[in-house]
């Protein structure tokens, strides 16, 4: 018996040598030292022993399962000292190493154009309208008072879907529908997007975009559209800018006029941003055409108005110091970066 009690040892002592987790050590002690165990099961066979021997056993017994109870107490030490060094290895957050930026994006030119010019007007107590981009005929040209014969409605400017749908070439449309839909006092600017079908150069592209402003009241004036345009330009352009309209013809405002604001680079003395002009065009504007009114069930007699459109990638291209239109469409961040 005293041999079975020894080799338990010897063999419990080599089983510990390849322990290499806590569950292993657990199985291992259940083994040797469990209510079932191999120890346990030894010593129910000390009844067969002599009285002399009984004693001698049993404190053998008791020596060799008090050793294998330390040897597991300690290696079980060892096993939860080493995980949790390695738990801790794993977890370990090294605070030197640099963070993720997050990036931020900015306002595109055009928008920062457009927010300027509708603060501008909203300021003057002006309403935002809007119209769809796929627009029929009638409202794109019929009813603006461009008949059918005119140059604008010629198939090298206009996208037609059909013969009664275009994509809108101006945001001019929008003003009949403002009209039909509302009694004056009307005042609305209408930003938008138009289609033109031109070629792609430093100052066009087939997209761009328009603000169109309709101001339809009792004794509305020249005068008035005039110096809407006046502040209009020196919000933008800044104080010392100037504004001249020259003569033109557009079939929906009678007069009409071309809209120049003095250049934005040299101030009007004449340079290479205005083609030694010292004047840029920015937009088209007159007296909103009593057919127009009329067409519209206003009655030109009792009401008048004046009406504009100008160009949006202009505008941002001046304010923002822009010499290629193509720059605002290519989406290339180290451009759109510098506003
Ligand atoms: N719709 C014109 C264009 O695209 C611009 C324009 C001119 C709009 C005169 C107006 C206006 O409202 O009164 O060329």
């Known amino acids: 018996m005293k041999d079975q009690l020894n080799n338990i040892k010897i063999q419990a002592e080599k089983e510990l040598t390849s322990i290499t987790s806590i569950q292993e050590l657990e199985n291992l002690r259940v083994k040797y030292l469990g209510k079932k165990g191999e120890l346990t099961s030894v010593l129910r066979g000390m009844g067969a022993l002599s009285a002399e021997e009984r004693p001698v056993t049993g404190q053998l017994a008791n020596e060799i399962r008090a050793f294998l109870e330390n040897r597991i107490d300690s290696a079980r030490d060892e096993l939860v000292k080493n995980e949790r ?5 794993k977890e370990v957050i090294d605070v030197t190493i640099p963070g993720k930026r997050k990036m931020l994006g900015r306002k595109h030119p055009l928008t920062i154009a457009l927010d300027e010019i509708k603060d501008v007007f909203l300021g003057m107590g002006y309403e935002i309208a809007e119209g769809p981009e796929i627009e029929l005929d009638y409202y794109n040209f019929e009813a603006l008072n461009i008949p059918k014969n005119h140059p604008a409605r010629d198939v090298q400017d206009t996208f037609y879907i059909n013969d009664n749908i275009v994509l809108r070439t101006q945001t001019s449309p929008v003003q009949i529908r403002v009209m039909e839909s509302k009694k004056p006092p009307i005042k609305i600017i209408c930003p938008g997007r138009v289609y033109r079908s031109d070629e792609v150069d430093a100052t066009h592209s087939p997209i761009f975009h328009q603000v169109e402003g309709l101001v339809v009241d009792k004794g509305v004036t020249m005068g008035d559209l005039i110096g809407t345009l006046q502040v209009f330009a020196k919000a933008l352009f800044g104080e010392n800018s100037k ?23 040299c101030g009007g003395t004449g340079c290479r941003v205005c083609k030694n002009e010292g004047w840029i065009e920015i937009l088209g504007a007159g007296m909103v055409h009593p057919k127009v009114l009329e067409t519209c069930g206003i009655d030109p007699e009792v009401y008048s108005g004046f009406a504009f459109g100008l160009g949006v990638e202009r505008t941002a291209m001046g304010r923002l110091n822009i010499d290629d239109m193509r720059l605002l469409y290519e989406n290339d961040i180290r451009f759109l970066k510098q506003f």
């Open 85 to 89: 060094g390695l738990k801790l290895e």
């Open 243 to 265: 504004i001249r309209l020259r003569p033109h013809h557009f079939p929906f405002t009678e007069p009409s006029a071309e809209v120049d604001v003095s250049c934005w680079s």
